[in-house]
């Protein structure tokens, strides 16, 4: 089980890695203060799904100067799907921002954008400002591993840190993408087979 003790090793050994920015920059998700903001979050997570986040983040970037002088992405991003999605919510993202504002069901409403599925919905969700964590590979093997949904996992140690669920969900992701812990191991075989304490080398 990842207790607080746990949570708080596996913090910092983050810490240890340079990666005290990421709870900072969690800590202080706010909702998107105009249109622009609100589907450039939205872009990020289309580009995001199902890519590794490094390689997404350079494509995230030509996206958005092509959608600022040009108003779409069709000669920056090869994705036929994703294209379409990304342009239709640019072309209405001063309704689409209108409509979230007011929406009751922030994670229903999100769902409901081209592109966007049940667990990219709370990925989004968490960029816009809402304290939800992301459902995501990593996560869900945690919770298993801890025979409890993604959810209670990042509600119990948001409430036993004093932290946001959604930095909770950044800390226990960023431990898993960087090595520190396996999820897959951690699944499989708990606490001692998972914790590595210090990230992978990147060659």
Not at 2 to 26: N, Q
Not at 40 to 46: C, H
Not at 99 to 123: M, N, R
Not at 164 to 181: E, M, N, P, Q, Y
Request: aromatic share 8%; charged share 25%; with cysteine.
């Amino acid at each position: 089980m990842i207790t607080l003790k746990r949570f708080r090793r596996i913090e910092r050994a983050l810490h240890r890695a340079g990666y005290v920015a990421d709870s900072i920059w969690a800590e202080g998700l706010v909702p998107p203060a105009h249109a622009d903001e609100f589907a450039e979050a939205a872009v990020y997570v289309i580009v995001n799904s199902g890519m590794q986040y490094r390689v997404a983040q350079a494509i995230f970037d030509r996206c958005v100067d092509a959608l600022r002088s040009k108003g779409s992405v069709r000669r920056v991003f090869g994705h036929p799907g994703k294209v379409s999605a990304i342009d239709e919510i640019w072309r209405q993202r001063r309704q689409l921002f209108a409509a979230y504002k007011v929406a009751g069901d922030k994670l229903e409403f999100c769902q409901s954008l081209p592109w966007i599925g049940p667990v990219t919905s709370h990925h989004l969700a968490k960029d816009l400002g809402v304290d939800v964590a992301k459902p995501d590979v990593h996560l869900a093997r945690l919770a298993r591993g801890d025979k409890t949904t993604v959810t209670r996992l990042c509600a119990r140690l948001a409430k036993q840190t004093g932290y946001r669920v959604a930095t909770i969900d950044t800390i226990l992701w960023r431990a898993c993408a960087t090595g520190i812990l396996n999820s897959k191991q951690y699944e499989a075989k708990g606490w001692r087979a998972s914790f590595r304490g210090s990230p992978k080398i990147q060659h």
